[in-house]
């Protein structure tokens, strides 16, 4: 198993390698350099004429966290407070309750600030709640046509988010079927803009409620189904290493008569060993004003990697006509804060040290003792064994009993009950046998 184990580091650490050579050599790369590549990457992949027609971008950007990472290749993962941007059943499958706060610098000026929050219950674990909050917001600056500022503020997106889920048919040996769905608003603000184009005033004056005619507010949602199970596992465990999704995105009417970015999203993951996990979306973007004007498919692959239990480290490329990107990142564990750094870096070629870095910091706020309670259910359970391999059937049903009190999906407990009654069922034929010969 160790030599399992050092092969999956060697192959995530080659990748990782491969991925930071790729952005150290970009720093050579001059401005010919740049265009022939970008020039490839559209002649592959051709130019999407659609691309750029949808209204809040603040829906697009990542806030960052391990999704961000893995290049958004999070749908099927959807293990940490990052689903809510990805797959809103992630909730009621979350191992514990989070606390995330994200910041990332995005493209030039443009930041991007989150917060969420996620947890599941005790008594109701099939029931996941989560909520969020997003800020995109970059300096808007006017000048008149003698290059002194006529106008300044900012333009800024946000976007808030109430998620529920639940999973069905969950059991011992199967995970269930989570499904669900974010609620979300969005709204947009314009600050005023002036007339510096006005010929008869070229020192440009506000122009009072201009900004206002700009801004607007829309409502949407997410759909999402999440499930989990076991597929060509080399390894012992309880979790469950593989996972499938389908998902739809940003639900809603027009903002101003310009398109939602809705998409349908189907996604898988797998961990071929227990510290590598491996993921895949593809996406299909469309626009629900005129789907003749929907954006081209596309799609995202990531790697995540433990190396050690307070150490990972995760890589990813997101191929999307035009905005090609790959992303490595790492997040460092110690007790119950992780803090997670990633570096996002387009068309594969340049690289800007303060530009696509995100910071993020997670607190784990405990699971409210659903691991304390499979602990007391195991150890019942093995009470029950013993007893009943000590010939001591009434005592080993009283701890099965028990065992389901407490966890009523058990199965191992409800099936060892069902032995024990059909052995005493064959127990009772037996003795009613033999008075009968007498």
């Known amino acids: 198993m160790k030599i399992k184990f050092r092969l999956s580091y060697t192959l995530f650490f080659l990748l990782f390698c491969l991925s930071a050579a790729g952005i150290l050599h970009a720093l050579d790369f001059d401005a010919d350099a740049y265009g022939d590549?970008?020039?490839?990457?559209?002649?592959?992949?051709?130019?999407?004429?659609?691309?750029?027609l949808t209204a809040f971008p603040v829906l697009n950007v990542?806030?960052?966290?391990?999704?961000?990472?893995?290049?958004?290749?999070f749908t099927a993962v959807a293990d940490d407070v990052s689903f809510i941007e990805y797959n809103p059943a992630g909730s009621s499958l979350l191992e514990f309750s989070e606390l995330g706060i994200f910041h990332n610098n995005w493209?030039?000026?443009?930041?991007?600030?989150?917060?969420?929050f996620a947890t599941r219950f005790k008594k109701q674990k099939n029931l996941g709640l989560a909520g969020a909050g997003k800020w995109l917001y970059l300096p808007f600056t006017e000048y008149n046509i003698y290059g002194d500022r006529a106008s300044k503020g900012y333009y800024s997106e946000a976007e808030a988010i109430l998620n529920a889920s639940y999973t069905f048919l969950s059991g011992y040996y199967f995970s269930g079927i989570s499904v669900g769905m974010n609620l979300k608003g969005a709204f947009r603000f314009v600050p005023d803009y002036s007339d510096a184009n006005n010929t008869d005033n070229y020192q440009g004056q506000l122009i009072e409620g201009s900004g206002r005619s700009q801004s607007t507010g829309m409502a949407m949602a997410d759909?999402?189904?999440?499930?989990?199970?076991?597929f060509l596992k080399p390894y012992y465990s309880r979790d469950r290493n593989m996972?499938?999704?389908?998902?739809?995105?940003?639900?809603?009417?027009?903002?101003?008569?310009?398109?939602?970015?809705?998409?349908?999203?189907?996604?898988?993951?797998?961990?071929?060993?227990?510290?590598?996990?491996?993921?895949?979306?593809f996406s299909l973007p469309f626009n629900m004003r005129n789907p003749e004007l929907s954006e081209k498919p596309y799609g995202a692959i990531g790697f995540a990697a433990n190396v050690t239990n307070f150490l990972s480290m995760r890589a990813g490329l997101l191929a999307k006509t035009g905005?090609?990107?790959?992303?490595?990142?790492?997040?460092i564990t110690i007790d119950r804060i992780s803090l997670d750094l990633n570096y996002s870096m387009d068309l594969l070629t340049q690289l800007q040290p303060m530009n696509r870095i995100s910071l993020?910091?997670?607190?784990?706020?405990?699971?409210?003792?659903?691991?304390?309670?499979?602990?007391?259910?195991?150890?019942?359970?093995?009470?029950?064994?013993?007893?009943?391999?000590?010939?001591?059937?009434?005592?080993?049903?009283?701890?099965?009993?028990?065992?389901?009190r407490l966890n009523p999906q058990y199965a191992p407990a409800r099936e060892l009950l069902q032995a024990i009654d059909a052995a005493q069922t064959v127990q009772d034929q037996m003795d009613e046998l033999q008075r009968l010969n007498f």
């Open 107 to 116: 493209i030039a000026d443009t930041k991007v600030e989150g917060a969420v």
């Open 360 to 404: 993020g910091v997670r607190l784990n706020l405990g699971d409210q003792g659903r691991k304390e309670l499979g602990r007391q259910v195991d150890e019942i359970y093995l009470l029950s064994l013993e007893a009943y391999a000590s010939g001591n059937a009434a005592e080993a049903r009283r701890n099965l009993e028990e065992a389901l």
């Open 62 to 73: 990542p806030m960052g966290g391990r999704a961000e990472g893995m290049a958004t290749a």
């Open 223 to 230: 759909v999402g189904i999440l499930t989990r199970f076991d």
């Open 243 to 281: 996972s499938a999704a389908l998902v739809f995105k940003n639900l809603g009417p027009p903002a101003m008569d310009d398109p939602l970015p809705t998409a349908a999203t189907v996604a898988l993951a797998y961990r071929p060993l227990r510290p590598l996990l491996i993921s895949m979306d």
């Open 323 to 331: 905005n090609f990107r790959v992303t490595v990142g790492s997040a």
């Open 37 to 52: 590549i970008s020039d490839y990457l559209d002649d592959v992949y051709g130019i999407d004429d659609n691309a750029g």
